[in-house]
C-alpha cells in the first residue's frame, strides 16, 4: 500500500475557501478509485467526494453538492476544493483510496483538520 498525506486544513471564516490536497508517496492514481471522506466529532465519518480512477464518475454528498469539488492531476495528488464553507464543514478530512473495481477504501491518509468559525 501507499502512503497518503493531506494537507491545506485549517481555521477560515464561514464563507471562506479552502483547497486540500492528499499526495502519494507510494503509487499513482491511475488505476485507483479515490475519495474524500470526513468526520466530525461524535459523527460517523462520511464520505464527501469520490472520482473514478479514470478521473469521472464524480460523486458528492447532498450537503456539499455545487460547493466542493474532488479533482486529481492525473498523477500522485488528489484535491478537494472547498468553497462557500459553512460551520457544520467542520471536521478531520481523510483522503482514501482502492484499486479500481474493488470495494472498499483500504488505503487512508491520516487526515487534516478543518475549522469553520461562525
Known amino acids: 500500500h501507499g502512503q497518503l498525506v493531506e494537507s491545506g486544513g485549517g481555521l477560515v471564516q464561514a464563507g471562506g475557501s479552502l483547497r486540500l490536497s492528499c499526495v502519494s508517496s507510494?503509487?499513482?492514481?491511475?488505476?485507483?478509485?479515490m475519495a474524500w471522506f470526513r468526520q466530525a466529532p461524535g459523527k460517523e465519518r462520511e464520505r464527501v467526494a469520490s472520482?473514478?480512477?479514470?478521473?469521472?464518475?464524480k460523486n458528492y454528498a447532498d450537503s456539499v453538492k455545487g460547493r466542493f469539488t474532488i479533482s486529481t492531476d492525473g498523477d500522485r495528488t488528489l484535491y478537494l476544493q472547498m468553497n462557500s464553507l459553512q460551520f457544520s464543514d467542520t471536521a478531520i478530512y481523510y483522503c482514501?483510496?482502492?484499486?479500481?473495481?474493488?470495494?472498499?477504501?483500504?488505503?487512508w491518509g491520516q487526515g487534516t483538520q478543518v475549522t469553520v468559525s461562525s
Open positions: 507510494g503509487h499513482s492514481f491511475s488505476r485507483y478509485d
Open positions: 472520482v473514478n480512477w479514470n478521473g469521472g464518475g
Open positions: 482514501a483510496g482502492r484499486r479500481a473495481f474493488s470495494s472498499g477504501y483500504n488505503e
